[in-house]
């Protein structure tokens, strides 16, 4: 409340503490929450997208002792020849449509598969992750999110899907330029 | 050596366990060192650029009980009206420029920054990182690095511009698809 911004069209800028600076010791607890809410799941593999999904990911895969993958939104030199799953995300908050690949080597069909990422708005994300974890044939357990924008489709829109949505928190409203908790 | 797989031009993937897929008991390990490697320099601050410094950039981050920036490559609509630190950085691996820039607000005079990435090759990344250090006026400390590819000429570069570079992995040649190691 003390430190995010609102900026037009409902964007919450919360870059001096969680995806442009990081507070890693907040961080760090917030990985170890995600390790006590899913740590009886059996989870084998995070999966989050690039770029500020990555440290909650990280820190979340040491205190399950499990690796991450991360899907990437574009495609250099270096992933040339891999073969890889592919979905198209759209971002409401940088309007932009992004082809996001995972190599077909980091996801296996005996996976149980654990997504983070910091926000949940219309759930783009998310779906597009879960897509690559259905082609993959790995299970998806649920996916922990740092903030849900409750006031925007996606948490509904995922929850109606049979997707398990875990978030540390959720904004009711920014109305007025103010941050509500709900 | 096992895992790291050697492309045409000199590019090396080590996809499987550390910029795609991350074992993340490797590293937290490689934070530990970095910690250990910088821990009497009084660092104030971590400096990565997206997205798969990010992962090392934290660990180290959490060791040191420090924040992390990440520089991003993108401005999107939640980044808008504020102020940046920019530079240009071009990526020989996917052979495309990119506009680096961190917000004004997350580098101070008094800072002292540790850069962390995971690779170094001609040391465009590492180059760019500290313009926006000396832009902010805060002071660059060094640069670590997880794998150095020592038959190019970034390493040489930085250490002639008198900044402090520390490799945990140094490579020297890549010929005939062998990763050879000084």
């Not at 010791?25 to 995070?46: C, M, N, V, Y």
């Not at 296996?108 to 974890?133: H, N, Q, S, T």
């Amino acid at each position: 409340m003390r430190e995010g911004k609102v900026l037009p069209g409902g964007v919450i800028k919360v870059g001096s503490f969680l995806n442009h600076m990081i507070d890693t010791q907040l961080a760090a607890e917030i990985g170890r929450e995600f390790a006590r809410i899913f740590g009886s799941d059996g989870i084998t593999k995070i999966l989050t997208i690039e770029a500020s999904g990555i440290a909650y990911a990280v820190l979340t895969g040491v205190e399950l002792g499990v690796p991450v993958v991360f899907a990437k939104k574009a495609v250099g030199r270096n992933t040339s020849g891999d073969n890889a799953f592919c979905c198209c995300v759209h971002s409401f908050t940088k309007d932009v449509d992004a082809t996001v690949s995972v190599g077909c080597d980091y996801l296996k069909p005996d996976d149980r598969v654990l997504i983070i990422d910091d926000f949940l708005a219309m759930g783009e994300a998310v779906f597009g992750l879960a897509d690559l974890v259905r082609q993959s044939g790995a299970t998806l357990v649920g996916a922990g999110i740092l903030i849900e924008k409750a006031f925007q489709a996606g948490g509904t829109r995922l929850r109606e899907a049979g997707i398990r949505v875990e978030s540390l928190a959720r904004i009711s409203s920014t109305e007025g330029g103010v941050i509500a908790f709900s």
